[in-house]
């Protein structure tokens, strides 16, 4: 089984920055498609950020970019979500994800491996 431990959230002012981790075990993940979604109060759960297995391709929701960075350690079955410049609409449940298949398939939501989440709040 994979489980996904997401760590890192917390309440931050707008502007500021924070890092979420998301640690796996029971399995190894190096050829995962790994990312990350978040789901807003209120509102329904949407695609935040992804990596492949390798690094070699990522892709960020068109909100964040230039914003939020993501990337992983395969050694440490870790990935990462750095979030800066973080404004009061970014408040919301983050959840980790992975899933043996494409990016694309990752971000669609339909085969994924899911973490628990962590909050995070952005205060005006």
């Known amino acids: 089984q994979v489980q996904l431990v997401e760590s890192g959230g917390g309440l931050v002012q707008a502007g500021g920055s924070l890092r979420l981790s998301c640690a796996a075990s029971g399995r190894t993940l190096s050829s995962y498609s790994m990312g990350w979604f978040r789901q807003p109060p209120g509102k329904e759960r949407e695609f935040v950020a992804a990596?492949?297995?390798?690094?070699?391709?990522?892709y960020r929701a068109d909100s964040v970019k230039g914003r939020f960075t993501i990337s992983r350690d395969n050694a440490k079955n870790t990935v990462y979500l750095q979030m800066n410049s973080l404004k009061p609409e970014d408040t919301a449940v983050y959840y980790c994800?992975?899933?043996?298949?494409?990016?694309?398939?990752?971000?669609?939501?339909?085969?994924?491996?899911w973490g628990q989440g962590t909050q995070v709040a952005v205060s005006s």
């Open positions: 990596i492949s297995w390798g690094s070699a391709a990522t």
């Open positions: 994800a992975a899933s043996r298949g494409t990016i694309g398939t990752l971000t669609s939501g339909r085969d994924n491996y």
